[in-house]
T-cell receptor, first 109, second 113 residues
Framework: RKEVEQDPGPFNVPEGATVAFNCTYSNSASQSFFWYRQDCRKEPKLLMSVYSSGNEDGRFTAQLNRASQYISLLIRDSKLSDSATYLCVVNGNTGKLIFGQGTTLQVKP | EAQVTQNPRYLITVTGKKLTVTCSQN?????MSWYRQDPGLGLRQIYYSMNVEVTDKGDVPEGYKVSRKEKRNFPLILESPSPNQTSLYFCASSPLGFSYEQYFGPGTRLTVT
């Protein structure tokens, strides 16, 4: 089993749709969780940190479920500019970060 | 401008010819790290450094070396590159460690023939 798993997609959605991605992780001791966005093989950029209580930033909502060991990202009112690959990131052992392989989102007009 | 720079951005080389990819950050970050990204495998950590003179192996360190003699620089060295090291490489830095936002460089696309 991979340490961090994501459905690679692609998720093809129309503008205005709501889309959700899940990511599961295997290390129950993990404490830090993030969603990064990556455009077309460019460098990843932080989208959101994920906190135990869940957090929201505009159209984006991230949640953590420790019991089931997964994090989620919800995007409301999708825009064409949301088309990208979304990377789930979890800390492993000390100093290590584990990236999921990414979920590709295509938002279509 | 706060940034992480990598050089070269593109490199085509031959098997066995030693090469170095440089990484430099101007944000006074303690933590620096190298990743490789391959289709279907995502980003995998090669090495990381919590501070000057402190480096540790990530998940795929074989065939790579690093050094951290200064806070701002974290070069990646391939002593004898092989075709399976053909990949997209990213350097990243973070102010306080892996629990904080990682700032990535623009990437280095390496091809080993």
């Amino acid at each position: 089993r991979k340490e961090v798993e994501q459905d690679p997609g692609p998720f093809n959605v129309p503008e205005g749709a709501t889309v959700a991605f899940n990511c599961t992780y295997s290390n129950s001791a993990s404490q830090s969780f993030f969603w990064y966005r990556q455009d077309c093989r460019k460098e990843p950029k932080l989208l959101m940190s994920v906190y135990s209580s869940g957090n929201e930033d505009g159209r984006f909502t991230a949640q953590l479920n420790r019991a089931s060991q997964y994090i989620s990202l919800l995007i409301r009112d999708s825009k064409l500019s949301d088309s990208a690959t979304y990377l789930c990131v979890v800390n492993g052992n000390t100093g290590k970060l584990i990236f999921g392989q990414g979920t590709t989102l295509q938002v279509k007009p | 401008e706060a940034q992480v720079t990598q050089n070269p951005r593109y490199l085509i080389t031959v098997t066995g010819k030693k090469l170095t990819v440089t990484c430099s950050q101007n944000m006074n970050h303690e933590y620096m790290s190298w990743y490789r990204q391959d289709p279907g495998l995502g980003l995998r950590q090669i090495y990381y450094s919590m501070n000057v003179e402190v480096t540790d192996k990530g998940d795929v360190p074989e065939g790579y070396k690093v050094s951290r003699k200064e806070k701002r620089n974290f070069p990646l060295i391939l002593e004898s590159p092989s075709p399976n090291q053909t990949s997209l490489y990213f350097c990243a830095s973070s102010p306080l460690g892996f629990s904080y936002e990682q700032y990535f460089g623009p990437g280095t696309r390496l091809t080993v023939t």
